[in-house]
């Protein structure tokens, strides 16, 4: 790997040539590297993602990975998988040839992420990227196997425990706040189980006031301080939800308020970040516990199961599928058990 050093710039380039994935020979040329041991390390990694062979590194692999993913999934997507990678992944395994990483070399990992306050559900989530990307590895780079699928997963899928407010907390929570935008966008939040996103990338002309329906299309990401408005989470989101009459008078007084608002025109015209600073605020202020924006949606959910509708309706209102709503809220439903064995008795009583 021969490499050079450029006298007027004081820096080294590497040049080469590589066979492309059409069969012609070209040749590559890359500078501006501070020192010698850069330029061939950056020409390594090149090649070996050229020949994709699986003794490439894992740097390597995660940057085809990357590649590979920028064309087939939301940016959204993309940003949150970036991050864990960054953080947690590539740093540890960045050098290591992909085939010599070993079910041990996993665990020890493994340990790492465990001895962190990282949350259960959060140590899961990195394992599953890290999961996500060698068994890319294996399905088209030729690593014979996933050393992960021997380890095994850290974590948990699911939070043993779920936040959410009852309605007493909620309106304990909403009458202390005195701003109409911010109370409009939490009673939508909380009487309907609309994503945060979904509630970001509302336009006043997908609020129906004559007929009371909001109608849910899309949804919103601030990414690189742009505002990016994209299809919903799955093809279950798109979805006309029914409105009570006093969130209709709520969101129609507060759209009386928006001068010069026009029917494209975002209804709520904020982000995440400053909603989840604002909930935390008037939480405080309240007294009430603090929880997650999303948990308001498990709140709405966990008002619906109170008040005895079913999981069909529930998942078709929420934009969700029925397996979905059973496995996450199926423990918020009473236990009937008592109720079967009742009615049997009273079958052999008559």
Same mark, same amino acid.
């Given at each position: ?22 069969? =012609? ?9 501070? *020192?010698? %041991? @850069? ?12 020949? &994709? ?19 087939? #999934?939301?940016?959204?997507? $993309? ?7 960054? *953080? ?29 306050? /990282? %949350? ?5 989530? $990195? ?6 990307? #060698?068994?890319?590895?294996? *399905?088209?780079? &030729? /690593? ?52 945060? &996103?979904? #509630?970001?990338?509302?336009? /006043? ?20 301080? =742009? ?25 129609? @007084? ?41 948990? $308001? ?32 809220? &199926? ?20």
């Amino acid at each position: 790997m021969p490499t050079y050093y450029d006298d007027k710039h004081k820096t080294y380039y590497c040049k080469f040539y590589y066979t492309d994935w059409t069969g =012609q020979r070209r040749q590559k040329l890359k500078r501006g590297f501070p *020192r010698q %041991k @850069d330029a061939k390390e950056w020409e390594r990694n090149f090649l070996q993602k050229q020949q &994709g062979a699986p003794d490439m590194t894992f740097q390597a692999l995660y940057d085809l990975y990357t590649e590979d993913i920028i064309h087939r #999934l939301k940016q959204s997507t $993309i940003r949150n998988k970036r991050a864990p990678y960054e *953080r947690y992944i590539v740093p540890y395994f960045k050098e290591k040839r992909i085939n010599e990483i070993t079910p041990a070399d996993i665990r020890q990992w493994q340990s790492k992420i465990l001895s962190s306050k /990282l %949350k259960d559900t959060y140590q899961r989530q $990195i394992y599953n990227q890290l999961n996500a990307v #060698l068994n890319f590895a294996v *399905r088209y780079y &030729g /690593l014979p196997r996933n050393p992960c699928s021997i380890a095994g997963p850290i974590g948990k899928a699911r939070a043993s425990r779920m936040d959410f407010w009852t309605l007493n907390e909620f309106n304990t929570f909403i009458d202390s706040i005195r701003n109409p935008h911010l109370y409009a966008a939490f009673m939508t939040l909380y009487y309907t189980g609309i994503r945060c &996103g979904e #509630l970001l990338a509302l336009n /006043l002309e997908d609020v129906n006031l004559d007929i009371g329906t909001i109608r849910i299309s899309k949804t919103y990401h601030r990414i690189n301080r =742009q505002d990016v408005i994209t299809s919903p989470k799955t093809g279950n989101s798109v979805r006309d939800i029914t409105i009570p009459p006093f969130l209709v008078t709520c969101l129609s @007084d507060y759209a009386e308020r928006i001068y010069g608002i026009e029917p494209n025109d975002r209804l709520f015209q904020t982000t995440q970040s400053k909603l989840i600073t604002a909930m935390n605020k008037y939480s405080t202020i309240s007294g009430v516990k603090r929880i997650r924006i999303h948990d $308001i949606r498990h709140s709405h959910v966990s008002l619906l199961i109170d008040m005895g509708f079913t999981p069909l309706l529930i998942a078709e209102r929420i934009g969700d599928t029925v397996d979905m709503v059973n496995n996450i809220y &199926g423990h918020l439903y009473p236990n009937r058990h008592s109720e079967v064995a009742d009615k049997l008795q009273q079958l052999v009583s008559k």
